[in-house]
């Protein structure tokens, strides 16, 4: 057994001592199937240490085990760290429910900046409903899901993009058939000159607005319930690209 995979079967026992709240690390469910991908192939060379085919197999799944660890931790780092600092803006995305009263998740991963598509942007949320219901989100992980992405910044500027993202979600969710409406003919029929979600009079934008509000007077209090020396987030007051 290797050293590694010792370590990262300390991650799979904190996945199976975790309850699972609605808002989810996005890297959860393919770290923990690199893992097992992973111990299986650990078992197998110990019958057949000599097979080529096996230790080149096993050392290209390991390559991508400590890749996904590495995002996971990042993101998690920041779930925690969110929560930390705005619990109340937290526990309402972590609670959030559909117009249907169905509970949806919120998966958030981090990724490098130059994986966006255009250059600039710092985060995207998805905008999309299930073919069974127009009041149900959809995105990659399913029906009852919602996608953000978040560009590995300072912890400062994330934070404050996250609290940006929640924004959108926190009326997006409940208000998906009507928004989906609006979202169509302020964006999808027109040149794009706009960003997507963030037109003057979007509701969407407005949740926004609202919630930067209340994350940056949590952040706030959070700095001076910790006092300034002690205090381990950035301060400076660079604002996020995307407003």
Sequence with gaps: MTRYFIAI??????FNQTTYADIKNGYEDELKLSIDNLRNLDSLLESSPE??????????????SKMLEKKYSRTQELLDMFKEVSPGI???VNQLRD????????YVCV??????????VLATTNVAHS???SH????????????IKIAHLSHYKMLKVLAHEFGHVLYQVPNLASYWEYFQKTYLKYDNTIAKGHAKNDPSHLSVKKTLRKYLISFSNHRKSNGNEKENIPTDLTIAKKE
């Design 9 to 14: 079967m300390s991650v799979w026992f904190f």
């Design 51 to 64: 097979n080529d085919r096996l230790i080149s197999v096993h050392k290209s799944v390991l390559r991508r």
């Design 90 to 92: 937290y526990n309402a």
């Design 99 to 106: 117009y249907t009263e169905h509970s949806t998740d919120v």
């Design 111 to 120: 990724i490098d900046e130059t994986d966006f598509t255009h250059q600039g």
């Design 131 to 133: 073919k069974k219901s």
């Design 136 to 147: 149900v989100y959809h995105s990659e992980y399913g029906d009852h899901s919602a996608s």
